[in-house]
């Protein structure tokens, strides 16, 4: 079984993975990108799924033309845990820039 993210490792979310924020009513993340039109979003898409894939932890995401919108939470943990930080790190490292 995966644990939950600890209370001091939670308090360490702001600055571990800016840019993410809590989902209200969820132990999830978040994180909205937004791209030039909607083939560059559905790059990005594909890409993730290769990382989520690798990491065996899939995230849910909604898109519409050139939005992406990913929310991270281990279900296996009932929430948060450091599967989310690592996966919402390697999402970063492939994201463009602000």
Same mark, same amino acid.
């Given at each position: ?5 600890? $209370? ?27 791209? !030039? ?29 050139? !939005?992406? $919108? ?12 450091? !599967? ?15």
């Amino acid at each position: 079984m995966v644990a939950k993210l600890s $209370e001091a490792e939670r308090a360490g979310l702001a600055q571990a993975l800016p840019g993410w924020a809590l989902v209200e009513g969820r132990d999830a993340i978040r994180r909205a990108f937004r791209f !030039r039109d909607f083939p560059e979003a559905w790059a990005f898409m594909s890409r993730v799924a290769l990382l989520a894939e690798k990491h065996d932890h899939h995230p849910e995401w909604f898109n519409v033309w050139n !939005r992406v $919108e990913i929310v991270l939470s281990t279900h296996d943990a009932g929430g948060l845990s450091m !599967r989310d930080v690592t996966l919402a790190r390697a999402i970063d490292a492939i994201a463009p820039a602000a």
